[in-house]
């Protein structure tokens, strides 16, 4: 599956205590590249959204935060959101304000009010297996999606409704997902694995790659 959005890199996190951890095998990141950041802010520039860029920061295990922002308002609050590479963070607030907002009106008939995520930066192995090389959070360049909030409280849930009973709830993470694969380099969903079953994955690493 083709990832269209070719994107750019971005500025970084804080998340101490990284620094004592063990050096995580395939830690090491390629260079970034300060002219894609700028052109990544100059796109951001366009949007009506509110981002913070944040200090680069590198972690003796390997991890890494560089040319990251944090996302404050785009349009849909979302939860947990810390350091993310400019890259990652783009095409996640077009999926977010394009995406998300188009399929819910027309799968579910209500507006979500809010996207609960299980955060973007942590600095550990892919799917927190000792020994594998690093996850592409460990680069601030993922992040999770877990859940939507509906206006009127109803809460859809990847755990929970991906292969759950109600038919709309089923469309509507179908939807955003395969729309995700057309954003993100890699889309990762409950079938793709059990490390998945809770939530969406998306990253702008090694790709493509959508399941």
């Not at 972690?59 to 935060?65: D, K, N, P, Q, V």
Request: with cysteine.
């Amino acid at each position: 599956m083709k990832c269209p959005l070719v994107l750019l890199l971005a500025t970084a996190l804080l998340l101490a205590g990284c620094g004592g951890r063990p050096k995580i095998r395939g830690a090491s990141a390629p260079p970034d590249d300060a002219r894609a950041y700028r052109q990544c802010m100059a796109e951001f520039g366009k949007l009506d959204v509110k981002i913070d860029p944040l200090p680069d920061r590198n972690f003796a295990s390997g991890c890494s935060a560089t040319h990251a922002v944090k996302l404050v308002a785009i349009g849909i609050p979302v939860t947990n959101l810390g350091a993310m590479k400019c890259m990652t963070a783009l095409p996640f607030t077009l999926w977010v304000r394009d995406t998300v907002t188009r399929q819910a009106q027309a799968i579910l008939g209500k507006p979500v009010v809010k996207i609960e995520s299980f955060g973007t930066f942590a600095c550990r192995p892919k799917n927190g297996v000792k020994g594998a090389d690093l996850s592409e959070h460990g680069r601030a360049n993922a992040v999770d999606i877990s859940a939507f909030v509906l206006q009127g409280g109803q809460r859809i849930t990847v755990l929970k409704d991906w292969n759950g009973p109600d038919p709309k709830a089923r469309a509507f993470l179908r939807a955003v997902h395969q729309a995700a694969c057309r954003r993100f380099s890699v889309v990762l969903g409950p079938d793709a694995n059990a490390y998945h079953r809770d939530h969406l994955h998306f990253d702008m690493g090694k790709g493509p790659y959508c399941r």
